[in-house]
């Protein structure tokens, strides 16, 4: 959770506890993952649920709760998570 929260605040330029579709563009991108501003806007507004829901931006818990929910499954039908998905993206 700790690195985590080093790449939310490394992507929180303003210091306001919220990154918009443009940071989380970034992370994804840093991952290896290029994904199209659709599924990036869809990512956030499925996520987008906390004290100030509907902002089209997500605090910490939202991203942390982004990052380590199951999304990706193999052709074994095992899930990862997100982080260890886009993770395991950046080895191949």
Excluded: C, W
Excluded at 5 to 13: A, I, L, P
Excluded at 44 to 66: C, K, N, R, V, Y
Excluded at 77 to 83: C, I, L, Q, R
């Amino acid at each position: 959770m700790t690195e985590l929260k080093e790449v939310f605040d490394y992507f929180d330029h303003d210091k306001k506890g919220r990154l918009n579709a443009a940071a989380l563009s970034k992370i994804f991108q840093g991952f290896g993952a290029n994904l199209s501003d659709f599924e990036i806007q869809d990512m956030i507004s499925e996520i987008d649920i906390g004290e100030q829901g509907g902002t089209g931006t997500i605090d910490f818990p939202e991203f942390a709760t982004l990052m380590t929910r199951d999304y990706v499954t193999d052709e074994g039908g095992a899930s990862d998570t997100g982080v260890e998905a886009v993770g395991s993206r950046e080895e191949q």
